[in-house]
C-alpha cells in the first residue's frame, strides 16, 4: 500500500502530514508485518546482550550474511562473560566474512566493559549504551527497543526508506532533521520493539519494489568499492595473522600463534604495495588488532 499525501516536496516540507496520513502509514506498516514480517533468530530473543551482537553484526551488512554468522558467533560465545573473556584471534576469527573487523574488536571489547563497569548486564539506559564501544545512536536506540522495550526514536536505512517513500515522495536530500519529528509521532511507545522490526521489514520491501528512497536521504552515502580498497589489505594482513585460506575458521590455527616480522607481511602479500603493508601494520597495531614489539608482529 502507497499513501498518497504528497501534492508536490515543497508543500510535504512545508506543512507536514496530517494526523490521518500518519494513521494510513502506520496501518500500512503493520498490515505488512502482520503478512510478510520476517523470522530472524535474533527476534526469538529478549535477551539483551544477543540482541547486542545483532545490532553490531548488522551494522552495514545484509540480513542474509548476518543469519549464519549470527548463528556460529552465539555458540562459540554464548553470554557477555565468554566473549569478554576470549582470545581476540578466535573472536575475529568467527567474525570472518562479515566485514569491518573493527567491529567484531569493538564487541569485545564493550564485552569486557559490560563485565567490568556492569556487573555482566547489558545496560538499558540509552546514555550507558553510547559509552559502549563502537555504539552509536541507532544501535543504542535498537537495543533499548529490542532489549527492554524502551522506545526511543531512531533511523536507519530501512526506516528511513519507508518514511521517504510516504512522506517525501518527489523530493531529494531529506534530512533526518525532517524524518525524526515523523518517527516520534508515529511510534508505538507501548511496544517499540515489534513497530521497530515491521518499520524495517516495510522499508526492506519498499526497497526492492521501487528505486530505492533511502537515496533521496540527505544522510545516504555510497559505500566504496571493496576490491582493491585499503579495507581489503587490512583484512587481507588479519586473514594472514588468523591462518585463514578462507571465510572459514581453520581448526589447526591456534588463536594469537602466528608471530611475523614486516618482512614476511609483505612476502605473504606480494601483490599489495609493501609500503602500504607496512603503514597498515602499524595503522592495525595503534587500534589494537596487533601487537608489534621489536619488529614482531602478532594478533593481540
Same mark, same amino acid.
Not at 589447526?252 to 599489495?272: K, Q, R, Y
Given at each position: @500500500?502507497?499513501?498518497?499525501?504528497?501534492?508536490?516536496? &515543497?508543500?510535504?516540507?512545508?506543512?507536514?502530514?496530517?494526523?490521518?496520513?500518519?494513521?494510513?502509514?502506520?496501518?500500512?506498516?503493520?498490515?505488512?508485518?502482520? &503478512?510478510?514480517?520476517?523470522?530472524?533468530?535474533?527476534?526469538?530473543?529478549?535477551?539483551?546482550?544477543?540482541?547486542?551482537?545483532?545490532? @553490531?553484526?548488522?551494522?552495514?551488512?545484509?540480513?542474509?550474511?548476518?543469519?549464519?554468522?549470527?548463528?556460529? %558467533?552465539?555458540?562459540? %560465545?554464548?553470554?557477555?562473560?565468554?566473549?569478554?573473556?576470549?582470545?581476540?584471534?578466535?573472536?575475529?576469527?568467527?567474525?570472518?566474512?562479515?566485514?569491518?573487523?573493527?567491529?567484531?574488536?569493538?564487541?569485545?571489547?564493550?564485552?569486557?566493559?559490560?563485565?567490568?563497569?556492569?556487573?555482566?548486564?547489558?545496560?538499558?539506559?540509552?546514555?550507558?549504551?553510547?559509552?559502549?564501544?563502537?555504539?552509536?545512536?541507532?544501535?543504542?536506540?535498537?537495543?533499548?527497543? %529490542?532489549?527492554?522495550?524502551?522506545?526511543?526514536?531512531?533511523?536507519?536505512?530501512?526506516?528511513?526508506?519507508?518514511?521517504?517513500?510516504?512522506?517525501?515522495?518527489?523530493?531529494?536530500?531529506?534530512?533526518?532533521?525532517?524524518?525524526?519529528?515523523?518517527?516520534?509521532?508515529?511510534?508505538?511507545?507501548?511496544?517499540?520493539?515489534?513497530?521497530?522490526?515491521?518499520? @524495517?521489514?516495510?522499508?526492506?520491501?519498499?526497497?526492492?519494489?521501487?528505486?530505492?528512497?533511502?537515496?533521496?536521504?540527505?544522510?545516504?552515502?555510497?559505500?566504496?568499492?571493496?576490491?582493491?580498497?585499503?579495507?581489503?589489505?587490512?583484512?587481507?594482513?588479519?586473514?594472514?595473522?588468523?591462518?585463514?585460506?578462507?571465510?572459514?575458521?581453520?581448526?589447526?590455527?591456534?588463536?594469537?600463534?602466528?608471530?611475523?616480522?614486516?618482512?614476511?607481511?609483505?612476502?605473504?602479500?606480494?601483490?599489495?604495495?609493501?609500503? &602500504?603493508?607496512?603503514?597498515?601494520?602499524?595503522?592495525?597495531?595503534?587500534?589494537? %588488532?596487533?601487537?608489534?614489539?621489536?619488529?614482531?608482529?602478532?594478533?593481540?
Amino acid at each position: @500500500m502507497r499513501v498518497d499525501i504528497s501534492s508536490g516536496c &515543497e508543500s510535504d516540507r512545508a506543512i507536514g502530514p496530517s494526523p490521518e496520513a500518519l494513521a494510513d502509514f502506520q496501518t500500512a506498516v503493520t498490515g505488512h508485518f502482520r &503478512e510478510h514480517g520476517r523470522d530472524l533468530p535474533w527476534r526469538r530473543t529478549r535477551d539483551p546482550y544477543l540482541i547486542l551482537v545483532s545490532e @553490531m553484526m548488522l551494522q552495514q551488512t545484509q540480513v542474509a550474511r548476518v543469519i549464519d554468522k549470527y548463528g556460529l %558467533f552465539t555458540r562459540l %560465545f554464548p553470554t557477555v562473560e565468554s566473549l569478554a573473556a576470549a582470545p581476540t584471534a578466535d573472536v575475529l576469527r568467527a567474525w570472518q566474512g562479515l566485514g569491518y573487523n573493527r567491529r567484531g574488536l569493538n564487541l569485545q571489547r564493550s564485552a569486557k566493559l559490560i563485565v567490568s563497569e556492569y556487573g555482566g548486564s547489558v545496560p538499558s539506559a540509552f546514555a550507558d549504551l553510547l559509552r559502549l564501544p563502537g555504539v552509536g545512536p541507532a544501535t543504542a536506540a535498537a537495543v533499548c527497543a %529490542f532489549a527492554f522495550g524502551i522506545p526511543v526514536p531512531f533511523l536507519e536505512t530501512n526506516i528511513r526508506s519507508a518514511y521517504i517513500h510516504h512522506f517525501f515522495q518527489e523530493c531529494s536530500r531529506v534530512s533526518d532533521a525532517e524524518l525524526l519529528p515523523l518517527v516520534e509521532a508515529t511510534l508505538d511507545r507501548d511496544n517499540p520493539r515489534d513497530w521497530y522490526y515491521a518499520l @524495517m521489514d516495510y522499508g526492506a520491501w519498499l526497497k526492492k519494489v521501487y528505486p530505492n528512497p533511502s537515496r533521496r536521504s540527505k544522510h545516504g552515502a555510497t559505500q566504496s568499492p571493496f576490491s582493491g580498497s585499503h579495507r581489503q589489505l587490512r583484512a587481507e594482513i588479519l586473514r594472514v595473522f588468523l591462518g585463514l585460506a578462507n571465510d572459514e575458521p581453520r581448526g589447526d590455527a591456534a588463536s594469537g600463534a602466528t608471530v611475523l616480522t614486516a618482512d614476511d607481511v609483505v612476502g605473504l602479500l606480494p601483490e599489495w604495495d609493501a609500503e &602500504e603493508v607496512r603503514a597498515a601494520l602499524d595503522e592495525l597495531t595503534r587500534e589494537g %588488532f596487533l601487537s608489534g614489539l621489536e619488529g614482531l608482529y602478532r594478533l593481540r
